[in-house]
């Protein structure tokens, strides 16, 4: 029995980068010996079990062979005979397909670490279109290493063409886009997710309601220029991936002459699975970002109306990150700005009415609601009037 460490453990130790979890190869052994080692079988498809102290993931050396479309259809073998060349054959990329051993020297017969040393993305063997989930994880590792000037290979591009016109992109299901889709968003360069699923032909099966974010022509290589602007200051202004994910769908929007409208969002909700409170604060970007935007013009009662539509006073964080997503639209378009008046004004508004004593004695049901809000109104208007006159 021989065990290597293999993957995105010895990919990220090579470019110098935190190891955040440790999987093995295990060459040689049967689950019977892993079994009677005290590993747990957790593997439903193939071989893979836990160690009993690390909880570390350790999978059989396997050979894989397509039996059907999508990434299901696969037959597994993990025959005690299978070499560790022929595991790391089966990986998407060279630069996840290297292995270490325990005294630490570096397994690459894929010359995976030359491709890394060149900012490379090049699949391992003709059978890379076999998996269409590995466009979309070509796509994220692109988005996570644009910054070290990582590129996709055109060799590689055109395998992920042809498996867009085969149609075995469709085999998709929406719980594994959803997931590239949020890692992906948790990149410094989400927006080059985008890039190289259009550089394949790929967003617009993906992605339809991104197509018209199309500003060039295809070059073959993903490099076609996607303005998310929005987006891009999302990124810089916070690492929460649900206000990036709303933020994107404001450039969507804005992308679109008539506007992403109900149907189209609940569509693209729908599809991916996208989680509730991704949908929900995307959902309220989309309708009430551009009150937001406009809020000077607004009296008091508007105001009100607004805070109360976004449920401002019962979910603050939600709002903040709401807040968050107006900012980043408004700085997107004006490089200069260096306050967002409207953010801090609805949420001295929030304060205000969130201050306000009513004397409710006498009242019942909708003559409660009234009154609370007739007082609520009169406050934001003279203390938003005194904070402006300051």
Same mark, same amino acid.
Request: glycine share 8%; charged share 25%; net charge negative.
């Given at each position: ?257 008539? /506007? !992403?409208?109900?149907? +189209? ?7 991916? %699975? *996208? ?5 929900? =604060? $995307? ?78 004695? /006498? !009242?019942?049901?909708? +003559? ?7 007082? %609520? *109104? ?5 203390? =938003? $009037? ?5």
């Amino acid at each position: 029995m021989e065990i290597y460490l293999v993957g995105g453990a010895v990919r990220d130790k090579q470019l110098g980068l935190p190891v955040k979890e440790h999987d093995w190869v295990v060459v040689g052994a049967t689950p019977e010996e892993m079994l009677s080692l005290g590993y747990t079988p957790i593997g439903k498809d193939f071989p893979v079990f836990l160690h009993p102290e690390t909880k570390d993931e350790y999978a059989l050396a396997r050979t894989e062979r397509k039996t059907g479309p999508g990434y299901t259809g696969f037959e597994t073998c993990a025959d005690p005979t299978i070499t560790l060349e022929q595991d790391l054959l089966r990986r998407d990329l060279t630069i996840n397909a290297m292995a270490e051993t325990a005294d630490g020297e570096l397994i690459d017969p894929y010359r995976g670490s030359e491709d890394l040393a060149n900012g490379v993305l090049r699949h391992v063997s003709p059978a890379f279109p076999e998996d269409p989930v590995r466009i979309l994880r070509v796509a994220r590792f692109a988005a996570r290493f644009a910054h070290m000037g990582f590129h996709v290979a055109h060799t590689t591009n055109t395998l992920m063409r042809a498996m867009v016109e085969s149609g075995e992109i469709d085999h998709l299901v929406a719980e594994r886009v959803w997931a590239e889709l949020d890692k992906a968003l948790h990149t410094k360069t989400p927006e080059r997710f985008f890039k190289v699923l259009l550089g394949c032909n790929a967003l617009a099966r993906l992605f339809p309601e991104m197509e018209i974010a199309d500003s060039g022509g295809n070059n073959g290589h993903g490099n076609m220029e996607i303005e998310l602007p929005v987006l891009k200051h999302a990124v810089r202004s916070s690492d929460k991936t649900v206000i990036r994910f709303a933020a994107l769908v404001c450039d969507i929007d804005n992308s679109n002459g008539a /506007g !992403l409208d109900n149907r +189209a969002f609940t569509n693209l909700c729908e599809r991916h %699975r *996208i989680p509730n409170a991704f949908r929900e =604060l $995307a959902g309220m970007a989309l309708q009430h970002r551009k009150r937001v935007h406009r809020l000077a013009e607004s009296t008091a009662a508007e105001t009100l109306d607004l805070l109360n539509a976004l449920d401002a006073f019962r979910r603050e964080e939600r709002f903040s990150d709401f807040l968050s997503v107006c900012e980043a639209e408004a700085r997107s378009t004006d490089a200069a700005l260096q306050d967002y008046a409207p953010a801090t004004r609805l949420r001295q508004a929030r304060q205000i009415a969130l201050g306000v004593k009513v004397d409710t004695s /006498g !009242l019942s049901g909708k +003559a409660i609601g009234e009154e609370i809000r007739k007082a %609520r *109104i009169g406050a934001i208007e003279k203390g =938003l $009037a005194a904070v402006t006159a300051q």
